[in-house]
């Protein structure tokens, strides 16, 4: 990243590429993202303390969060400033060479896109994700370097300002990938609960408990790579406190072996009344 932001750097400066410039930026912001990323893994994985008795796992969505905010920022800065050159009378054809730094960095963006999103699709990490696009919002920026310059080229001075309109175009990709993931990592924090088929699968797995009635409620929420469960399952009232207790047990065991990436269950025991509204709804028969 640093050796392929320098030359990017370079070569816009002495290429008389404003896009190539606004591309190496965005570079440059992959540098200090990772960084940041670094930091909130690290401290994720933290053990629990007296303050913080459920771990320090939201820290890696705490630090998407910076990085979401940071590429926002940084789109919002290379969008004013190539709106503010695209009215300049002075104009340089950007050099040939440029097209060729552009092509490079498309190909490494788009291979290191593809390393992190698969890593951090596999141990459920939010920000190792972000860093990820960050990486295919850049190759997606230096695609628009190569369209832009190469109208230049071949145009002549007819389209001197698709330099600067592909510099925008640069930004606006980075805000779009920024309020993408801003929007991702804001819903995790605020405890949004998972849906669907994987919280389908695990309310099967309860099911399959001997003693199992009724699963009355189900509530699944990420905190940072972790999946935290708090489940209402519906017993037998006839049994003793001691067995719905033990039904719990075998529930909570379950889940932890079956549910990857899972920290913490929250089992509650509750009477198995079939008049009660909710009662009715994945019940054994």
Known sequence: ????????????????????????????????????????????????????????????????????????????????????????????????????????????KEILFRYKNRLGKKIHSSSLIADSWHHRSDAFSSIAVLVGVSLVIIGGPRFHIADYVAAMAVALIICYTGVKMLLKTGSELMDQVLTGPPAEKIRMSAMEIAGVKSVEKLFIRKSGMDLIIDIHIEVNPDLSIVEGHNIAGEVKATLMKKTGSLKSVMVHVEPYLPERPGSSNNEHQ
Do not use: C
Request: no cysteine.
């Open 1 to 108: 990243n640093v050796v392929l932001s320098l030359i990017k750097f370079l070569a816009g400066i002495f290429g008389h590429s404003a896009a190539m410039v606004a591309d190496a930026i965005h570079s440059l912001s992959d540098i200090l993202s990772s960084v940041i990323v670094l930091i909130g893994l690290k401290v994720a994985q933290k053990r629990p303390d007296r303050e913080h008795p459920y771990g320090h796992s939201k820290a890696e969505s705490v630090a998407a969060q910076t990085v979401s905010v940071f590429l926002v920022f940084l789109g919002g800065i290379i969008f004013f400033n190539s709106w503010k050159n695209i009215f300049k009378s002075e104009y340089e054809t950007p050099s040939t060479y440029v097209l060729l730094i552009a092509l490079i960095s498309i190909i490494t």
